[in-house]
């Protein structure tokens, strides 16, 4: 492949992305990673129900992936940053396009979702900062923090009542921005179509639902002593 071919499809991919339906896209196949991800590491935490053993297992088994492990973090936080990225310039865009606020907002096709993405996501992010320091590496638990103890951890972390408040808040906000987030991918990749466009709002609803009940069970039943 000629250096001149390379060269034409790096420019013609930079193009697009200049484009709002570039970053549009670039956001919804990153979000469509992210979102993949938040939903497996739901249900591979939920495993805190079972026990000890079973969580503590799970965690050793992802860590046994080694550099797996690594790439799959790479990409992730490749699409993070992509997504946010993306996210950001086109909110720019949007604020240079009608650079004086309306008088009075008339919130009528649109939704609440909608409408605090541009926080949301920010809010989000610093819960997943906080959320790494806290079961990752361990410097949110500091001296109550034990390396392979996911199960130990996890329970010190959601018995202090901010941290789970924080975390229940932080999951709601998640659970909001996925439903949107789930509905404008599809859009921005073209799946609109009257007889479809109802069930995909309804998927991205339970979608939104299911990781919000899920993730902000768990602080809950440390906190009320279902799990101790």
């Known amino acids: 492949m000629s250096s001149i071919a390379v060269n034409s499809g790096l420019n013609r991919t930079a193009t697009f992305y200049q484009s709002v339906v570039g970053k549009k896209v670039v956001m919804a196949l990153t979000g469509f990673v992210l979102s993949g991800f938040v939903l497996g590491h739901m249900f591979g935490n939920l495993q805190l129900f079972q026990g000890r053993e079973k969580l503590n297992h799970y965690a050793e088994m992802l860590q046994s992936l080694g550099g797996l492990l690594w790439f799959v973090r790479f990409v992730l936080l490749s699409a993070a940053v992509l997504h946010v990225t993306a996210a950001f310039q086109l909110w720019r865009l949007k ?28 809010i989000v992010g610093a819960f997943l900062i906080y959320h790494i320091l806290h079961f990752t590496t361990g410097q949110a638990l500091g001296d109550q923090f034990i390396k392979g103890d996911v199960y130990h951890n996890v329970i010190v972390g959601f018995q202090n009542p901010a941290a789970s408040f924080f975390y229940i808040i932080a999951n709601i906000l998640l659970a909001i921005h996925l439903y949107h987030g789930v509905w404008s991918m599809f859009q921005s990749l073209g799946v609109n179509h009257p007889k479809y466009t109802p069930k995909l709002k309804t998927l991205a609803k339970v979608y939104g639902f299911v990781v919000g009940i899920g993730n902000v069970s768990m602080p809950l039943a440390v906190l009320v002593g279902l799990v101790k």
């Open 95 to 122: 604020n240079e396009a009608r650079p004086q606020a309306y008088v009075k907002k008339a919130h009528i096709a649109t939704t609440y979702a909608a409408r605090t993405m541009i926080w949301s996501g920010p």
